[in-house]
């Protein structure tokens, strides 16, 4: 069972990185055609990104990853957080934002910025 999981979770995180890169891509469009601003698509992808996270949570408790090397046991997990929270922190920003073109840009930064989390995290996870 731990390892279907753990193919889901690898599979789902590519998976992410090109979602994320494409709602990037629509938020920047959106901006410059100063459509009205709706965090609907921007929260849907960042709960993807938490129900991923929540997952990489039970595989750490059930595989025990603490045990291994020191990337995968803490540097990747405190990534993924990281994505997460910057691309939750930067929507909810933008959500308060008076004009419809910043928010949306706002919002692309954040994606993008979640992005290179998602990334380095699977670099690191890679790397060992």
Avoid: C
């Avoid at 994505?83 to 922190?89: C, D, T």
């Amino acid at each position: 069972m731990d390892d279907v999981l753990f193919t889901v979770h690898r599979i789902l995180g590519y998976g992410l990185s090109v979602l994320v890169l494409g709602t990037a891509f629509v938020a920047f469009d959106r901006a410059k055609n100063g459509q009205e601003f709706t965090a609907g698509l921007y929260r849907a992808v960042l709960g993807l990104l938490a129900v991923h996270i929540v997952l990489g949570i039970a595989l750490y408790t059930t595989l025990q990853a603490w045990e291994a090397e020191p990337l995968v046991a803490y540097v990747h997990p405190i990534v993924g957080v990281l994505a997460l929270g910057v691309g939750q922190a930067m929507v909810g920003r933008a959500r308060r934002t008076q004009m419809a073109a910043d928010a949306h840009r706002l919002a692309g930064r954040g994606l993008v910025v979640t992005l290179v989390f998602i990334l380095v995290g699977i670099g690191v996870a890679s790397a060992v």
